[in-house]
């Protein structure tokens, strides 16, 4: 960590602000240049505070040269992390090469549609199968999920189909409701709910991790370590597109966060074109322009009446669009 | 609410959707222009999905007329709400023309501590306390607040001067705990954690609520509804800086958002200048402008030794700094 | 256009509105909801100011149904337009399902450099060759180009290759020195440099205008239709990163504006991997989902000796890369 | 400026580099970390393109120390700028202690307009004369001004009234007609527009630079530099107001860049609340807390005929309004 001091500032400041900072532990490499102070802070700074050092007033800025992510990074885990997903033969690995596609409505709403959709999508290539339960809705107003009932809903279709599940928590307290869930999806509006991201942390089942809507990929990654620092390394994390001023798409896909998120962190990322788009028109582009990019998965809305949908249904596909979309992304695959 | 359909819509199409749009109760006023035809939906469209119709791949874009919020909403409630916080002869009122000074440290780290700057902030006019005891860190490896500790702390320091007491909530699960904290936090990160909000509309207690860090207005204020629509209309917004692409500023605190959300609701505002600047020399004039634009209150930190505070000590005024903001804040006051 | 009056609005202040919308040549339908009164407009709103109707005390809000952009709206002119650059033989077609590769130095800098980049480019199969001549650059003190000269040189690769050459103007002032251009770059920061853009609308040459940092897709074809409502409709549009909070790529480059943007208007999309992602090797996967959202054409950037560029070079590719990254790219066309 | 290698880069890459930048004429200082080697640079950096440098594939990330900007820079020039606009007995004096406010309609329309308008504000105490003569419109089928016309309705009204005039240029073409001109503006749209800034930094004559829609304040403060290291010292900057995701106020009003800005610039800066917000009944508020948070004057928009206005008449003031904004902005100025 490297931390310039103002033009100005007097010997005792600096004396005072070396002192404090071996009194963290740390070593402190002092070069004066023509204008300024230059500290260079050795030892483990990930226990420095970045935002305090910036604040203080005989400070101009601070960087740090080592990322404050340790379980997540690269650097000190080099091979890609392959996540599994599900017990036995239904067992599907994701990241290190392994390419798999979540699909599946926004909405659990009955028995007949989740297995409808459940049997389509598997037919089509899926291997894991989607569902909300439990639903972060902007306005109370708006449907919120049918809770255990719908959790029982998606047990049937995996039983029906061999589909592992995936489904969204908002609480630590629902996660007796969970404990079979095979992939636990934390929402983009949790992201940094760490409370949440402790309690995940403590099991050992797989964690599908969003990015936030304006949220950084350092932020993600800290969010990731939150998880794997409590112990639980089987994190994924998704890419689901971040606010921008545009007003025609819902958000904007960050597709350059696949190949960046590959080179600071070992973990499998995926990407969500449902979401990031809001417009069942752009997912197929959109699946395959990620699928080039280098995902080692998509996670695709699929609705099998799109106009009934609760919530959602403008960005879900119909199974047909969903089979076209699937083969498209396959043949993509193929060429990387 | 106003939807209008794409041009080349076939009739079928447009029969569908209004047999579906009927069929959610709602009337349906159609209305033939040159190149597109205009839905106009009465009724209670609050329950309809705007997402959902915006996404239809027969729809051109939809507006919403009316405020999906209802109890925030200063069309239903036309005179300011005034939230009282504390008991007895130490009750504070804010809103309506009432004017609060919250003021205290980031962290509360020792007994001495805290009542030292409870008093100082008391004798300079602050009539309630802050102190974090759940700090919400982006890294899981920086301090996390002292926890129960840290609210044994508050109160003792509540004891010694009287002040009522406020700090956040990270999770529901902490409840217990915040029985008798007179004014519940509810911080950026965790705006859109919506169990967490239905959980505090259900008590009767005071909630600060504070603007998420790319969140817009309405966003807040259906944040604000999830705590109302449960029964609890004590609530108090915060605006606290947005996230911006400036790097010299931590974030942009938006001061016209302060008379923006006083027309649309009649909930009190009030502005947190030490999170939105993190530099504790933009504190004054951030404090007095955001006095000036006609907050209903401040909440500033305040720490006794900057330097060694464990964590934002940099956006902290000592004291003697606070005093010197209170008094330029309450000579504006007078003006206004 | 849809505009909703505020609650509470008078008989006479409606009427005055009314009278005024109707001095402008427009029909008004007025609907009276149950809160709300809603008056629709009918007949050339183009010239509606909407920000004028926004900003009145009377006025909650309104909506414009028809695009403002009237050249470059796939609404009355469905087919692809297809934009011929150069000349003779080596004129090459973009749009309308034919694609091409722009590639070539960030700057020229010496006549072997271009010559040299030109003549590796082609053969990996691009078909146009940029260089930058005028080079916007943030600080004064950075390299600026070399103007004029830039341009012979420019000239002479083409000669040396036959490729039709691409260059940024930053002028109206310099258009004499671009007379033989055979495509005129308008980069991000003159999006909306709206003199400079109607001068180029008098020319009939090919124009490539670039997407600015922070610009929305309606900003972009409102800048097409400067160049196109003064005559020149041979205009392809070009995505190239916008502004995001992250701070390791150096923009985000909006993908799903491809489909987007073919959806709203018949112009051509053309994306830029190098610019918007700021790193070499994220040039790669970014170019390959370009190509496989949709897009029209690539512009990269090529360097023979990337270290000593003058500029920018961090984001250019060598010639092998370059290679490597076309074959790639052909092959996901292949596919489409 | 400090450069962080990557883990893992050869010595001959490292070298390679050492010798690159050493031929740039830096003298290079290397320090080698646990983990990384870092490169202290000495000597004028302000050539040295980071963007290059944090883009190489060795180099982990790069780090400015000393502002790239000289001329706009405090550290050199710790006084405040006091800029003088106009001429002999109606000169006006902005910054290091010297308020003023500029006022008046945002379009020129007739002469018996702008004089009405000149002499009211006048009267309430503006010191300056604003009126738009070309119009930066996003749309070309918007007003645009009455150009050369409008310029001279200006010169009238300095004429009846000696306040000093303020318009804004599009284009160095149109120079001829600024000729008399007392302060010339620089647009938000042409904030990087970096060939009209050299050329007005060839004159003498007072600039008002406004910050783009979505700049930095280092980018204000580099586009404040072309115009100052032309030799051309007078600028003013001015805050506008920055885009965000809220949708009901039409950009965010920063009025942290204006201590922020003070501390980093000897330069004035204004604020002008009427283009930030949109909404004329946001502008008492808002220019209340702008002269709080310490600017050297606003920008104001105030018309005769509200309803009329050719454009942005939403955001403007009627002249009573206008009286009492400057009463309240006054009496918060004695405070200051």
């Known amino acids: 960590m490297i931390a310039v001091l103002k033009n100005g500032v007097t010997e005792a400041q600096k004396n005072n602000l070396i002192d404090w900072l071996k009194s963290l532990g740390l070593g402190v490499h002092v070069s004066e240049g023509q204008y300024q102070t230059v500290l260079g802070l050795i030892g483990d700074t990930s226990k420095v505070d970045i935002d305090l050092l910036n604040g203080l007033d005989i400070i101009d800025n601070v960087t740090r040269i080592s990322e404050p992510f340790k379980c997540a990074n690269r650097r000190f885990h080099p091979q890609d992390t392959i996540v599994e997903v599900g017990l036995g033969s239904n067992k599907v690995k994701i990241g290190g090469g392994n390419f798999a596609i979540i699909a599946g409505p926004c909405s659990v709403e009955s028995e007949e549609q989740i297995i409808e959709v459940a049997k389509a999508v598997k037919q089509s290539g899926a291997t894991l199968l989607r569902g909300g339960a439990f639903k972060p809705r902007t306005s109370p107003y708006d449907f919120q999920g049918l809770h255990g009932e719908g959790l029982k809903l998606l047990r049937k279709a995996r ?178």
């Open 159 to 336: 039983e029906a189909t061999g589909l592992p599940i995936v489904t969204e928590i908002m609480s630590a307290a629902h996660l007796d409701l969970f404990e079979d869930v095979d992939l636990i999806q934390v929402g983009a509006r949790n992201m940094q709910n760490f409370e949440l991201l402790k309690e995940l942390g403590r099991l050992r089942r797989p964690i599908l991790l969003k990015r936030g809507l304006a949220n950084t990929l350092k932020e993600l990654l800290m969010s990731a370590e939150y998880i794997m620092s409590e112990g639980n390394e089987n994190v994924i994390l998704c890419e689901r597109g971040i606010r921008s001023f545009d007003t025609y798409t819902r958000n904007v896909l960050d597709l350059s966060a696949v190949p960046m998120l590959k080179e600071l962190s070992h973990l499998p990322i995926i990407v969500d074109p449902s979401h990031a788009t809001g417009k069942s028109r752009l997912v197929k582009p959109m699946s395959m322009a990620a699928t080039a990019s280098g995902a080692d998965g998509l996670i695709i809305e699929v609705h099998n009446d799109p106009i009934h949908a609760l919530c959602d249904g403008a960005q879900s596909l119909t199974p047909e669009q969903f089979d076209e979309v699937a083969k498209k992304v396959f043949t993509i695959r193929e060429i990387l």
